[in-house]
């Protein structure tokens, strides 16, 4: 990233839920929005409903509106007593209903949409990095096929994998945003680290894609064939 470049991030936390009239996951995201990500990270938060309908509509409208760099979803996770680093998000299964008592439509996210679809994050290695720094996560494949599987597929498909889900304990002394918001902002600065050559190596990709072998090919009008040495 160049030393003015400034990128937008968007963070998002959960709505009331059951017993949890304030989410914690919100909760998170409003102390993520106050202590910043560092220099030219810009934070976009925004709180998601715990419906199926409501979070769809939320969380494509940001995509194609706020167009982030990088989308990072939080969620709670009831008896945990760690954080969850979550690798896919599925696309079928969701039979349980929402708080406004509704269920998916072949309980399905995006119709036609892959089975399962990845973070570009590596979430297996960025948690092996962040214990060896002492940090206590777990890497995961399975959000739960409630709203926060839900909301991540649903993040992945439009941003092109360009997201990440973290369950957060529900309650207990790390759900408190005294100790929850400084460990986040320390996982979320390590996935911004592996996600800057990441978009560096796509970046240069693209532009090969796009600049002629032979420029006096390119404005002969002639086709390149690709059998040139």
Known sequence: MDA?????????GFGP?????????????????????GENINIYIKEVPVSYIKSLQ???GMWE????????????????????????????GYRDRDVCAFCPVNHCCIEGGS???DSI?????????LK????????????????????????????????????????GSLATPERLVPLLQTVIQAMLNQLEPLQTAKDHMTTVSKTPEDPTMATSGLVHTGDDP
């Open 4 to 12: 003015d470049e400034v990128s937008v991030v968007l963070l998002t």
């Open 65 to 92: 509106t706020v167009n982030p760099k990088f989308a990072i979803h939080l969620g709670i996770a009831p008896g945990s007593r760690g954080i969850s680093l979550e690798q896919t998000g599925k696309n079928h």
């Open 115 to 117: 089975d399962r679809l």
């Open 121 to 129: 994050i590596d979430m297996r290695s960025l948690s092996k990095d």
């Open 17 to 37: 839920f059951r017993e949890y009239l304030v989410n914690p996951s919100w909760q998170a995201a409003q102390g993520l929005e106050k202590v910043g990500l």
């Open 58 to 60: 939320v969380i494509v």
């Open 132 to 171: 060896q720094i002492g940090l206590e996560v777990i890497y995961s494949r399975d959000a739960g096929r409630y709203l926060c599987d839900f909301v991540y597929y649903c993040s992945l498909h439009h941003g092109h994998g360009r997201a990440a889900f973290i369950l957060v304990p529900a309650s």
